[in-house]
């Protein structure tokens, strides 16, 4: 007689894609700072040949057991995940969420990033870590059938080595497309409220962290400071930089240039942008609001341009103006 659990499993393994024998060859990782337009991207993209998108893959073993994935199902039930959950147990062993983020945070955080650029971080974290994310990847690689994975977990405190650790101690190519977002949209962003899938802030709301407003632009600063030396650090050709206000106002154009940067052709993605179709969101973790509202469409968010203040205005040019300045930006919008 089956258990309650194990009738959940049964179905999910049921509903599963059909499984191909894929083994992951190339990471898609979109470096940056979180309200950039990432979510997006990694849904676009996630719609390209042999392209299988996840949302940001560093938030997995955090949101198992206390998120959904963005179908709606908790991880056990989804139909994608369910089955990727098992593979990885089977290569790893029966380890709990908790000791899986820790087998990543350990290496993958800032604290970390001067032992990773030194070839220095403790032999048993390196061992620990290669084997648990080559059987993450080659498992959503099977369970998608695809071969590159997309990896939206960007570049903050806790991600900031997790591009370069997937290169040097995975043994996986690492193609990497920094996205970058106007700071001041970021702000703007940041005053809506914490970005969470689950969160019910509207622009009206002031966020309820404390010096938001320091804690975003010094946030914005280092992210993409830390994006630009990762990019600095890859082979020749593995990074490419995209800045969000072109990516929405001259997709074509944008997309052409990620597939040539990815190798992959994109012109099924245009297409539908052209005919102004929705893209669904697929099974992705972690991520923000913009995946609870189902299928997505292309569209410019300027909103900053007008209702930002000026006070903001001077204070994100004060801070970080000079971060700006080198990422493209100058003090007249895109």
């Not at 938030?59 to 056990?76: A, I, K, P």
């Not at 993958?108 to 403790?122: F, H, K, M």
């Not at 539908?272 to 893209?279: C, K």
């Amino acid at each position: 007689m089956t258990t309650g659990v194990d009738e959940i499993r049964d179905r999910a393994q049921a509903a599963a894609p059909a499984v191909s024998t894929s083994k992951a060859n190339k990471v898609i990782y979109v470096t940056g700072y979180g309200r950039s337009g990432s979510t997006l991207l990694d849904i676009l993209l996630g719609h390209g040949a042999g392209i299988v998108s996840v949302g940001e893959l560093d938030w997995l073993h955090r949101d198992w057991s206390e998120s959904v994935c963005s179908c709606g199902s908790t991880y056990e039930e989804c139909p994608f995940w369910s089955p990727v959950g098992a593979r990885i147990r089977d290569s790893v062993g029966a380890l709990g969420p908790d000791e899986l983020d820790r087998n990543l945070r350990r290496v993958e955080s800032i604290l970390s990033l001067p032992a990773l650029l030194t070839r220095t971080l403790p032999p048993r974290w390196t061992k620990a870590f290669r084997a648990q994310v080559r059987a993450q990847l080659d498992a959503i690689a099977e369970v998608g059938s695809g071969d590159a994975v997309l990896d939206s977990s960007k570049s903050a405190r806790e991600a900031a080595g997790r591009a370069l650790a997937l290169e040097r101690l995975v043994g996986i190519t690492v193609k990497r497309i920094h996205l970058v977002r106007d700071g001041r949209a970021v702000l703007w962003s940041a005053r809506r409220g914490p970005n969470y899938r689950s969160g019910k802030s509207t622009s009206n709301e002031w966020p309820r962290f404390s010096f938001w407003r320091l804690r975003t632009i010094a946030g914005w600063v280092l992210a993409n400071a830390i994006a630009a030396l990762d990019a600095k650090m890859a082979p020749e050709g593995h990074a490419l930089r995209v800045h969000y206000e072109d990516l929405v106002k001259h997709p074509h154009r944008e997309l052409e240039r990620i597939g040539s940067f990815i190798g992959r052709d994109l012109t099924p993605v245009r297409h539908r942008i052209e005919r102004g179709e929705s893209f669904p969101v697929g099974h992705k973790t972690g991520g923000n609001r913009l995946l609870d509202g189902g299928p997505v469409r292309l569209r410019a968010d300027q909103e900053w341009e007008k209702r930002l203040s000026r006070g903001d205005h001077l204070l994100f040019w004060a801070l970080a103006g000079a971060a700006a300045f080198g990422l493209g930006y100058r003090w007249r919008p895109r």
